[in-house]
Nanobody, 128 residues
Framework: QVQLVESGGGLVQAGDSLRLSCAAS???????????MAWFRQAPGKEHEIVAA????????YYADSVKGRFTISRDNAKKMVYLQMNSLRPEDTADYYC??????????????????WGQGTQVTVSS
C-alpha cells in the first residue's frame, strides 16, 4: 500500500508564504527515488491542475507558468518527504493541494491520469 499525507495548509494573506509537506509511507514506497512526485491543486469549481513536479532523483523539476519564480518543489528521499515552498501567495492560489506519486520512473508527466497514488489534500486559502 502507498500512503501520502499532506500537511501545512492554512489561511494566509496575499504576499505571505507557506510550506506544504507530503509524507510518503508504505512498502511500495521503500525506494522513494523510484517515484516522480508532484503537487496538484484544485480550486472550487475547477479541474485539478499540476503545480509542480520533481523526478525521483530530483534531477529535473517542472513548474506551472502560474507559479514559476514563486513556488519551489523539493524532496528528501531518505525521509520520504516532498515539499512545496510557496512564496508571494496570491488569492488565485487558493485551492486544495494534493501530493501525488507516479510509480513509473520516466520523464515528468503533467497529466493527472499519469499519477497512481494521491494524498487526501490540504487546503490553502489566500485572502486579499
Amino acid at each position: 500500500q502507498v500512503q501520502l499525507v499532506e500537511s501545512g495548509g492554512g489561511l494566509v494573506q496575499a504576499g505571505d508564504s507557506l510550506r506544504l509537506s507530503c509524507a510518503a509511507s508504505g512498502r511500495i514506497m521503500s525506494i522513494m527515488s523510484s517515484y516522480n512526485m508532484a503537487w496538484f491543486r484544485q480550486a472550487p469549481g475547477k479541474e485539478h491542475e499540476i503545480v509542480a513536479a520533481i523526478r525521483g532523483d530530483a534531477g529535473s523539476r517542472y513548474y506551472a507558468d502560474s507559479v514559476k519564480g514563486r513556488f519551489t518543489i523539493s524532496r528528501d528521499n531518505a525521509k520520504k518527504m516532498v515539499y512545496l515552498q510557496m512564496n508571494s501567495l496570491r488569492p488565485e492560489d487558493t485551492a486544495d493541494y494534493y501530493c501525488a506519486a507516479d510509480r513509473l520512473l520516466r520523464n515528468i508527466q503533467t497529466m493527472r491520469a499519469a499519477y497512481d497514488y494521491w494524498g487526501q489534500g490540504t487546503q490553502v486559502t489566500v485572502s486579499s
